[in-house]
């Protein structure tokens, strides 16, 4: 008999509720409006988004790292382990409870990630985060940005518009890296139209198969060349 999952924490966002459920000793979820966003013992896309974005960083002495999504920390802590004592990791949540659970229930899952000196969390949006840095031509550029949200680049996606991927904010993530930087992106699935408009705005795209079998998930990742 399968066991039940327990509330752990429950929060109001302007996307619908976020849960925190729990069940055996390390068997965690988070859900938001009842969407399944995240599973503590499926998280293989997470490890190998950090992984590969990191080993892209082996040339940068001092990397500077945004990543944009906490959830349980996993990818957090995958690129805490990858990077070195000198770089500097910042992460944009949306959400202070997701924060909270991070420090709380779910600290030993991500090894305790928070109280890394290297790591800095803000509660803001990393669109604007990106755009910002994009425009302040005396801040320094990030090294890698990488983006670990619920929802990738698919077909529907406003290819001018959307806040992420589409081709203005693709154009902003490129100003916001250094020359060299990295953009590494998790996805569903394989999706043309983005990998084109990533080309288009200055990167070089190398796409990643981030597991076996079951749905095609892909880590994008995209050099800045230009």
């Not at 928070?114 to 550029?141: G, Q, W, Y």
Request: hydrophobic share 40%; net charge positive; aromatic share 6%.
């Amino acid at each position: 008999m399968a066991i039940p999952w327990q509330s752990i924490g429950r929060a109001q966002t302007p996307q619908g509720e976020l849960e925190l459920r729990k069940r055996d000793e390390d068997e965690f979820l988070i859900t938001i409006a009842g969407r399944v966003l995240m599973n503590s013992r499926a998280n293989r896309s997470e490890q190998v988004l950090a992984q590969a974005a990191c080993n892209a960083l082996a040339g940068f002495d001092s990397p500077r790292v945004l990543i944009g999504g906490l959830g349980m920390g996993c990818t957090l802590r995958r690129a805490a382990e990858a990077l070195p004592a000198t770089a500097t990791i910042e992460v944009c949540e949306l959400n202070e409870v997701v924060r909270e659970w991070c420090a709380g229930p779910l600290a030993e899952l991500n090894g305790h990630v928070l109280e890394d000196p290297r790591v800095h969390v803000f509660i803001a949006d990393v669109a604007r985060t990106i755009e910002a840095r994009a425009r302040e031509k005396k801040s320094p550029r990030f090294d890698a940005i990488v983006i670990d949200l619920y929802e990738g680049p698919h077909p529907r996606t406003d290819a001018t518009w959307d806040p992420f991927y589409g081709r203005v904010a693709l154009d902003a993530t490129r100003r916001a890296l250094s020359k060299g930087g990295v953009f590494a992106v998790w996805s569903e699935a394989p999706d043309r139209a983005f990998e084109k408009r990533l080309e288009k705005v200055g990167f070089e795209v190398e796409k990643l198969r981030a597991g076996r079998g079951g749905r095609r998930h892909v880590v994008y990742l995209a050099r800045r060349v230009r």
